[in-house]
């Protein structure tokens, strides 16, 4: 099993940034792609992005692109989000995720390790 853990989420006014955190430990040598999800209230979890441990390359909903950045620390098993010019509509909780797929994907069923979730609050 692969273990995730997230952290770094809080409480920030539009236009900041926060860093998540989501360290991994286990079998994380089945991990090829991590990524990264958002759940706000009342509507369905979705994809926000995703970085493969090898290559770094990573894929982005178009939301979030130009403001968001994913990157990883193989050394430390860990990946980060970093959120930079956040909108009130980014209030969710945020997740990441493991998928041994080689294959880019946004789809929720794609992968089979998931952390607790971490809550970002935009204010306006």
């Known amino acids: 099993q692969v273990q995730l853990a997230e952290s770094g989420g809080g409480l920030v006014q539009a236009g900041g940034s926060l860093r998540l955190s989501c360290a991994a430990s286990?079998?994380?040598?089945?991990?090829?792609?991590m990524g990264w999800f958002r759940q706000a209230p009342g509507k369905n979890r979705e994809f926000v992005g995703a970085i493969t441990w090898n290559s770094g390359s990573t894929d982005y909903v178009d939301s979030v692109k130009g403001r968001f950045t994913i990157s990883r620390d193989n050394a430390k098993n860990t990946v980060y989000l970093q959120m930079n010019s956040l909108k009130p509509e980014d209030t969710a909780v945020y997740y990441c995720a493991s998928t041994p797929s080689r294959r880019p994907s946004p789809l929720l069923s794609n992968y089979n390790y998931w952390g607790q979730g971490t809550q970002v609050t935009v204010s306006s």
């Open positions: 286990g079998r994380t040598f089945s991990s090829y792609r």
